[in-house]
């Protein structure tokens, strides 16, 4: 999927940024530079049958209480998908992980929940399918994408830990 042809053709507006490989918030926060726009943290979740797929998109500073935010949404026994699932579902591969992965999900089995201080950003900080850049989308532009995607994004106030 060329993810920047979607865009032009969908006219969503992007500034893009090259950057090392990165696979952690840890690295990000090191090889990024500072863009203006809401730093995101994908993760991509399961519940225990295999049937429900979530992508979470949080701040990338919140450490989330996965087992809280489980119980809010409906879903049991919850648990990071697996490299296979990501990749069959949002068309990345770990480190990879973005709302922009949404483009490949045509049957739309993954869920998208994403975090009320994001949804409140005035543009967001995504990966392109890769984790070698970064692009920063305005929020009528993640609007516009979700759209186009055919998803619609819950937001909530996504519970994080206090114990980190």
């Known amino acids: 999927m060329d993810i920047y042809a979607f865009l032009a053709q969908h006219s ?8 090392p490989a990165v696979f952690t918030c840890e690295e ?3 090889l990024v530079p500072n863009l203006p726009g809401g730093n995101t943290k994908n993760l991509f979740l399961r519940d225990k049958a295999g049937k429900r797929h979530v992508l979470a998109v949080v701040p990338h500073e919140k450490n989330v209480d996965l087992k809280t935010f489980a119980a809010a949404i409906g879903m049991k026994g919850v648990s990071f998908a697996s490299p296979e699932r990501l990749l069959n579902h949002l068309g990345v591969t770990p480190g990879a992980a973005t709302l922009l992965g949404l483009v490949t999900d045509g049957d739309h089995a993954v869920e998208v929940v994403i975090d009320e201080k994001l949804w409140k950003a005035d543009a967001l900080l995504c ?12 929020h009528a532009g993640i609007e516009t994408f979700l759209k ?3 998803h619609e994004a819950k937001v909530m106030d996504i519970p994080g830990r206090s114990d980190v």
Not at 127 to 138: E, K, M, Q, W, Y
């Open 12 to 19: 969503i507006a992007y500034e893009r940024c090259d950057h």
């Open 127 to 138: 990966h392109p399918l890769v984790n070698t850049a970064t692009l920063v989308i305005s």
């Open 148 to 150: 186009a995607t055919g």
């Open 28 to 30: 990000a926060e090191k």
